[in-house]
C-alpha cells in the first residue's frame, strides 16, 4: 500500500455565500411550496434558458408550459408532473384535482386550447424519432419529421390561441 501516490486533489472549491444561499431555496417540507422560476433562475439559468420563452408567447404559453414541453418530449405523460412541479402541486400524478385547480387560476380556456393543440402536432417523444432514424437510416429524415412537427404544432397552437382569443375565451 505505500507504493501508491497519495491522491491531492486537482481542483479546490471555495464555498461562497451564493453557494450557501442554494440550501434555503427548496423548503424541507415537500408540502410547501416554492418558486420554480427562482430554483431554475439560481441554478441552471445563466439568463438564457427562461428567455425562450418569448418564442411561445404568441401560442398563450406561459414559462411554466415551456419549461413542461422539455421532459414532456421524452414522454407526454411526464408533462403532467412536470406541471404539477412547476406549479407546486405535491404528488401531481395522483392528486390531479388540485393540478386542475391550480391550472382552472393559471391559464385562460384560450391557453389550454393551445396547449392540446401543440400536444395533438408536436413529435410523439424521443424514442419515435429514434425508430424514425433507425427505419430510415438517416439522420435526415428524423430532422425533417422534428421540424416539421414542431412547425405544424406551433402553427396550430396560434390558430387555436387566437381563435379562441377572437371568440373571447382568452
Given at each position: 500500500?505505500?507504493?501508491?501516490?497519495?491522491?491531492?486533489?486537482?481542483?479546490?472549491?471555495?464555498?461562497?455565500?451564493?453557494?450557501?444561499s442554494?440550501?434555503?431555496?427548496?423548503?424541507?417540507?415537500?408540502?410547501?411550496?416554492?418558486?420554480?422560476?427562482?430554483?431554475?433562475?439560481?441554478?441552471?439559468?445563466?439568463?438564457?434558458?427562461?428567455?425562450?420563452?418569448?418564442?411561445?408567447?404568441?401560442?398563450?404559453f406561459?414559462?411554466?408550459?415551456?419549461?413542461?414541453?422539455?421532459?414532456?418530449?421524452?414522454?407526454?405523460?411526464?408533462?403532467?408532473?412536470?406541471?404539477?412541479?412547476?406549479?407546486?402541486?405535491?404528488?401531481?400524478?395522483?392528486?390531479?384535482?388540485?393540478?386542475?385547480?391550480?391550472?382552472?387560476e393559471?391559464?385562460?380556456?384560450a391557453?389550454?386550447?393551445?396547449?392540446?393543440?401543440?400536444?395533438?402536432?408536436?413529435?410523439?417523444?424521443?424514442?419515435?424519432?429514434?425508430?424514425?432514424?433507425r427505419?430510415?437510416?438517416?439522420?435526415?429524415?428524423?430532422?425533417?419529421?422534428?421540424?416539421?412537427?414542431?412547425?405544424?404544432?406551433?402553427?396550430?397552437?396560434?390558430?387555436?390561441?387566437?381563435?379562441?382569443?377572437?371568440?373571447?375565451w382568452?
Amino acid at each position: 500500500m505505500s507504493e501508491l501516490p497519495a491522491y491531492e486533489p486537482v481542483f479546490e472549491f471555495e464555498t461562497t455565500d451564493a453557494d450557501r444561499s442554494l440550501n434555503t431555496i427548496i423548503p424541507d417540507s415537500p408540502n410547501q411550496p416554492y418558486d420554480i422560476h427562482q430554483v431554475i433562475r439560481r441554478i441552471v439559468d445563466s439568463e438564457d434558458f427562461l428567455e425562450v420563452q418569448p418564442l411561445f408567447a404568441p401560442i398563450g404559453f406561459n414559462w411554466q408550459m415551456v419549461v413542461a414541453l422539455i421532459p414532456g418530449f421524452a414522454a407526454r405523460e411526464v408533462a403532467v408532473a412536470a406541471l404539477g412541479t412547476v406549479y407546486a402541486v405535491g404528488d401531481a400524478e395522483a392528486n390531479v384535482g388540485a393540478l386542475g385547480a391550480r391550472l382552472a387560476e393559471q391559464w385562460s380556456l384560450a391557453t389550454g386550447l393551445s396547449f392540446l393543440a401543440w400536444y395533438i402536432f408536436a413529435p410523439q417523444c424521443a424514442a419515435t424519432l429514434g425508430v424514425v432514424k433507425r427505419e430510415t437510416n438517416s439522420w435526415l429524415w428524423m430532422g425533417v419529421m422534428f421540424a416539421y412537427m414542431v412547425t405544424l404544432a406551433y402553427l396550430a397552437s396560434f390558430l387555436v390561441y387566437h381563435g379562441a382569443v377572437a371568440l373571447g375565451w382568452g
